[in-house]
């Protein structure tokens, strides 16, 4: 019998050169039949007698591995945040998480740029403006010289500042570990979480969501922002309080946001969809070709080393 592969990552399957790595095992590999995430629900159906479960951001519960123990071996995140994994049931059960550190931070570190880029100078805007027959220029603002916040230096939010260093910008930071190498690398200043929301003309969200992270964002904090300031969120969403940031757009307590992530995706009949400072993608950070060859790469060596007896290089502690 051979083994078998759930890939519920939509990336994943749609990456040749990750699923040849299964494919030359002989393992047999069923793919997520949505154009979706999948649901608890739709996991439990499918996971029955599955060997590895490769994830993207489906909701893989304390069900989905009850469903899945014992054949259920591996659970590998296609990428690197693993807030849908319930990791402490999966820990009961003995069967490790494994994430792909580092192979999607340049891609997400560009979308947060370009996003940034056209929170500040109004680009889709614009580009809807002309198809409307206009011909309107939104007076924008420089980037050189603003400060740009991080919250959460790691491997992404150090991409971020290592662009930020190309476009002249002050950088300060909150992490709850400084590291001493983007302080020499970028310049970037450590400060504690309040001064880096206030002082920020650009605030830029890089730390996992955890119940530390979670509603970071809110009608206080907001407050505390600038009214010229521009929130940028290619985290996750629950870091921000989705309705306290729709009042502070709409009455004019910040200038502007971008978000890729939201805290519940896909984002439907949002109030936030009604207004014209804000960017929206749909949870795309990580989606460039090189950026999902690298991580599909990883996942599937980690199924492969758990599949045949090894221990996973990434297993999240
Ligand atoms: N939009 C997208 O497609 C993607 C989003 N992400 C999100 O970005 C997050 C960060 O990814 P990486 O930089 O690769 O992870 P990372 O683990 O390299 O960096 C996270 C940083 O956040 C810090 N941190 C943890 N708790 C914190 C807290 N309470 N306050 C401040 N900082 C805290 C950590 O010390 C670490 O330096 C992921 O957890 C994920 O949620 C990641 C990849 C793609
Ligand atoms: O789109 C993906 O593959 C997941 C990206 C992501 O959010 C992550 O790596 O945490």
């Excluded at 304390?62 to 693993?82: E, N, Q, S």
């Excluded at 891609?107 to 206009?134: H, K, N, T, W, Y």
């Amino acid at each position: 019998m051979p083994k078998k592969v759930l890939i519920a990552a939509r990336s994943f399957s749609r990456s040749k050169e990750a699923k040849a790595i299964l494919e030359a095992q002989g393992y047999e590999l069923i793919l997520n039949p949505y154009d979706r995430p999948m649901t608890e629900a739709e996991l439990v159906e499918m996971i029955a007698g599955v060997d590895a479960l490769v994830a993207g951001n489906d909701d893989v519960t304390g069900a989905v591995i009850a469903a899945g123990a014992p054949d259920l071996k591996i659970i590998a995140k296609h990428g690197v945040g693993y807030n849908n994994i319930d990791v402490s049931t999966a820990k009961q059960y003995g069967i490790p998480v494994t994430v792909a550190p580092g192979a999607n931070s340049q891609s997400v570190a560009e979308l947060a740029f370009g996003l940034l880029l056209a929170c500040v100078r109004s680009i889709p805007q614009m580009d809807c403006s002309i198809r409307a027959g206009s011909w309107d220029r939104v007076t924008g603002y420089e980037v050189g010289g603003k400060v740009l916040g991080i919250v959460g230096m790691g491997n992404i939010g150090g991409e971020v500042a290592k662009r930020a260093c190309g476009f002249n910008m002050k950088i300060i930071a909150y992490d709850i570990y400084p590291n001493p190498e983007f302080i020499k690398n970028y310049g970037v200043t450590y400060l504690p979480l309040p001064e880096v929301i206030a002082q920020a003309d650009f605030l830029s969200l890089h730390a996992p969501s955890t119940p530390g992270t979670i509603g970071i964002i809110n009608r206080t904090t907001l407050r505390t922002m600038k009214k010229t300031a521009f929130l940028i969120n290619t985290a996750r969403g629950d870091l921000v309080n989705e309705e306290d940031l729709y009042e502070a757009l709409s009455s004019g307590i910040i200038a502007g946001a971008a978000l890729d992530t939201f805290a519940k995706e896909p984002l439907e009949n949002s109030p936030l969809l009604t207004l014209k400072n804000i960017i929206v993608t749909p949870h795309a950070g990580a989606a460039t070709h090189e950026g999902v060859i690298r991580t599909g790469l990883i996942g599937a060596g980690e199924v492969v080393r758990v599949l045949s007896g090894q221990a996973p290089h990434y297993a999240v502690k």
